[in-house]
């Protein structure tokens, strides 16, 4: 079984009978570990408490409507929508790939692709300050591989955290338009978790050509956010 050291991160690599392979982090004493902790935190200064992916839109009219369809909701998302998308355009950047274009032209929404833009210039702005790095601004799971690959972070525990920051802002912020408990929400996040790293190693080894999926009631309630007459959130 191999080992390989990066940035202070021991790094475990098994490769089982279909290829698979596996990258598990074993040094919990790792600047890098707690930097990228950092950079997907809510505390991180991107805004991102201002976006809820289309949830206020599919709650307002009745897409989701209790803790069940939410989770759900949140699991196809995660498996086959935009998060997936995100995940696989965050490898191909971290690979130094340019996708940077493709990135905007994937999302399917007005509202996505601001909120993209958006916390994406907020991520490289603010991280450029922190640490000796230069990003290129970009729709931000793209910029957020560029930070990785920059850093020397490890690309799977990256995903992890990424997809993982991304569920609980999404659960937080429909706490705010419609009746959940923080105990529930909490529930939901870790009920993904199993799912949350079986999506970050298959990103891990993806090529662009993996990109696709099905989620169209997610994209519809993106695309009809902006038309709703009460709003919360700004996507």
């Known amino acids: 079984m191999p080992t390989i050291m990066t940035t202070g991160i021991t790094i475990t690599t098994i490769i089982t ?3 698979m392979i596996t990258v598990i982090p074993t040094d919990l004493h790792s600047p890098a570990l707690l930097q990228m902790a950092q950079v997907v935190s809510p505390a991180f ?3 991102s408490f201002s976006y809820s992916g289309g949830i206020e839109a599919a709650v307002a009219r009745r897409m989701i409507r209790g803790p069940e369809e939410l ?3 949140l699991g196809t998302v995660l498996e086959t929508g935009g998060l997936w998308t995100d995940a696989v ?3 191909a950047a971290y690979r130094d790939e340019n996708v940077a274009d493709l990135a905007l032209a994937l999302i399917p929404a007005a509202p996505r692709r601001q909120e993209a833009l958006e916390t ?9 300050q922190l640490w000796p790095v230069t990003v290129a601004e970009a729709a931000y799971p793209v910029a957020l591989g560029q930070l990785g690959k920059a ?3 490890p690309l799977v525990p990256l995903l992890q955290l990424h997809l993982q920051a991304q569920l ?4 937080i ?5 419609m009746a959940l408990g923080q105990a529930r929400t909490q529930g939901m996040i870790s009920d993904l978790s199993e799912q949350v790293l079986e999506v970050a190693s298959k990103a891990a080894t993806s090529t662009v050509d993996d990109l696709g999926g099905f989620a169209p009631l997610a994209d519809v309630a993106a695309q009809s956010h902006e038309t709703l007459g009460t709003r919360i959130f700004r996507s």
């Not at 609980?168 to 659960?171: E, G």
């Not at 912020?173 to 338009?177: G, H, L, P």
Request: net charge positive.
């Open 17 to 19: 009978a279909t290829t």
């Open 45 to 47: 200064p991107v805004g």
């Open 71 to 73: 989770q759900g909701w």
């Open 89 to 91: 355009l965050m490898a």
């Open 120 to 128: 994406g210039q907020a991520l490289v702005r603010h991280a450029c």
């Open 151 to 153: 850093m020397d972070w």
């Open 168 to 171: 609980s802002n999404m659960v």
């Open 173 to 177: 912020n429909a706490t705010r338009v």
